[in-house]
């Protein structure tokens, strides 16, 4: 299957979607991210970031977009601009704490599907429970 980016060609005007064949899909994104600062305040002495991490990850529980936080990374789901709005809010609420930012960011892309975050790992418990069985 292949996906071409699209603009105003689908979805509302300036929402970014994907075309696939002759259907036009919106939403359906998951991304995993994490932020790290470093320099300035967040060189601290025993190395924690915690602090400039509860600052994203407000951000992302704000958006109000659906949302898991782990040790590792933040996922959160929406359509592209969403979720890339709130890594980008995210992103500049950490630099608050340093003088550069690292971001590392995964993104499962379904046009079309939403609900993905619970649903994937509702399928991942049936196959387990099957494979048990």
């Known amino acids: ?33 994490s932020l790290v600062p470093s320099g300035g305040r967040a060189s601290r002495e025993n190395g924690g970031v915690s602090d400039a991490v509860a600052a994203a990850v407000r951000v992302v529980r704000e958006s109000g977009l659906p949302n898991h936080t782990s040790s590792m990374f ?29 971001l590392v960011l995964k993104a499962d892309i379904r046009p079309g599907r939403t609900g993905e975050m619970d649903a994937k790992l509702e399928r991942l418990q049936a196959q387990l429970d099957k494979q048990q069985g």
């Open 74 to 102: 933040t996922e959160i789901e929406g359509s592209w601009d969403e979720v890339m709005g709130v890594v980008k809010e995210a992103t500049e609420a950490v630099a608050q704490y340093g003088t550069r930012v690292s």
């Open 1 to 33: 299957m292949v996906f071409t980016l699209c603009g105003a060609r689908c979805g509302a005007p300036g929402e970014v979607g994907w075309v696939v064949g002759e259907r036009c899909k919106t939403g359906g994104m998951i991304v995993a991210f």
